[in-house]
């Protein structure tokens, strides 16, 4: 149900807590802080489509302190549940969960801010993380992607370390030392990575196909699995007249949106049991998400035409990995 990391040892009493984090940059920047004020926490990483059922079911098997960041329970009867039980906290910048915050005392959402900028003001009043000040402001600036603009490149960097090195390990670096200073193989890993992102960007412009969804929105649709954020960027300015771009990711059976802001991706995410910001949402590929999304209200030409194509890329996909695995054997 659940996946989790090693616990990081203490030598001090605390009362035990559990973190339910998402699993982008954000969230594990909030993991990080989060460890450096409770060493021994246990670390719950989740996507969308499993919050509400890995909160709930620690919220019935224990009574320890659930803190909860960067992704939100989208239930009523969750909610409600969670404000009876007491003991937890919610710290989110998503628009879509600002519900909670304006019902319930134990949830912060604020979408002017990266939520590890907001775990960050909350620590900070009881904890000395001044050391990681330079480390929240870089992914605050990649979160909100530069605010409206374009995040720095040291920014993307960072992202980009935390693609490479994995989860775990990116964890374990930033919760060893604070600084943003990269190894000389950090620099190597990063210039190598950077190439390879400018050819899986030319070779996904090619296999871009243009859409008109259930509203008329002209919008991009391919299959991408890595370097999404400037993949559906790049694609975006490549393409003027296009309001948003839908990229299937194969390996996860998810879809990630990039858009221009005309249209709110995040509300039309949340409806398939995902989420996300007006510019920026995903949500799970499974059993009528394609209908949902385009607002058809069931079976339409559209939707028709839209599975037709994930299911001809999907296979193309299948291809292109057998042929890769047997030039590799």
């Not at 590890?116 to 990649?142: A, I, P, W």
């Not at 196909?209 to 929105?217: E, T």
């Not at 694609?235 to 299937?248: A, K, N, Q, R, S």
């Amino acid at each position: 149900m659940k996946e989790k990391v090693v616990q990081f040892p203490t030598t001090k009493l605390e009362i035990p807590r559990i973190l339910v984090t998402h699993t982008d940059l954000d969230g594990i920047a909030c993991a990080v802080l989060y460890c450096k004020a409770y060493p021994n926490v246990e670390l719950v990483f989740v996507d969308y489509d499993r919050v509400n059922e890995t909160v709930a079911e620690l919220a019935k098997s224990t009574d320890q302190h659930i803190m909860i960041s960067d992704l939100s329970v989208n239930k009523e009867e969750l909610a409600e549940l969670l404000d009876k039980r007491g003991n937890v906290e919610l710290i989110d910048h998503h628009p879509t969960a600002k519900w909670l915050a304006d019902k319930y005392k134990w949830a912060l959402v604020d979408p002017n801010w990266s939520a590890t900028k907001h775990m960050y003001e909350v620590l900070s009043t009881h904890f000395n993380l001044q050391d990681y000040e330079g480390f929240v402001k870089l992914v605050d600036d990649y979160g909100t992607w530069g605010h409206g603009t374009k995040p720095l490149i040291m920014s993307q960097d960072l992202n980009r370390l935390r693609e490479i090195l994995g989860r775990d390990r990116f964890l374990a670096r930033w919760i060893a030392q604070s600084s943003l200073e990269t190894s000389d193989l950090e620099d190597m890993l990063l210039t190598l990575d950077k190439e390879q992102e400018e050819k899986y960007i030319r070779e996904s412009i090619e296999e871009v196909s243009l859409v008109k969804d259930a509203q008329g929105n002209k919008y991009a649709l391919l299959a991408a699995d890595r370097y999404t954020n400037n993949v559906g960027h790049t694609i975006l300015e490549f393409y003027p007249d296009i309001e948003y771009v839908m990229m299937v990711n194969f390996r996860h059976n998810t879809v990630g949106l990039r858009g221009r802001g005309n249209v709110h991706l995040g509300q039309l995410a949340k409806k398939v049991g995902g989420g996300g910001h007006k510019k920026a949402a995903g949500f799970p590929l499974e059993g009528g998400a394609a209908e949902y999304f385009l607002n058809c209200g069931g079976k339409c030409k559209v939707t028709e035409r839209l599975e037709a194509q994930i299911e001809q890329m999907r296979r193309a996909n299948e291809a292109k990995q057998a042929r890769t695995k047997k030039l590799t054997q």
